[in-house]
Nanobody
Framework: VQLQASGGGSVQAGGSLRLSCAAS????????MAWFRQAPGKEREFVAN??????KYADSVKGRFTISRDHTGNMVYLQMNSLKPEDTAVYYC????????????????WGQGTQVTVSS
């Protein structure tokens, strides 16, 4: 499975960005799809994941970010609204056939990351 993340950029606080992640290879509609982020000097942290129509979010992004997918399950999106400077990080998409939780080490497949920078 190969994942390709895109859509990062630089925005001012309060702005919006939409990240995309394209999957190819041996994928299944039952895969769990997730977004993580990693700021400089910090651990990679869970942002959101999606299993069928069931989504979960980190408390820090709840109400501002929305994870979604297309009908094939090969595209996953992260709509980020009301962005804050503390959202600045490299964002990674991840995918796993069985693990539906927040621990990044349990996801088997990863994209290359896309930089999101939010200025105040």
């Amino acid at each position: 499975v190969q994942l390709q993340a895109s859509g990062g950029g630089s925005v001012q606080a309060g702005g919006s960005l939409r990240l995309s992640c394209a999957a190819s290879g041996r994928t299944f509609t039952t895969d769990i799809m997730a977004w993580f982020r990693q700021a400089p000097g910090k651990e990679r942290e869970f942002v959101a994941n999606l299993y069928w129509s069931s989504d979960k979010y980190a408390d820090s992004v709840k109400g501002r970010f929305t994870i979604s997918r297309d009908h094939t399950g090969n595209m996953v999106y992260l709509q980020m609204n009301s962005l804050k400077p503390e959202d600045t990080a490299v964002y990674y998409c991840a995918r796993d056939p069985t693990y539906n939780g927040p621990f990044h080490r349990n996801y088997n497949y990863w994209g290359q990351g896309t930089q999101v920078t939010v200025s105040s």
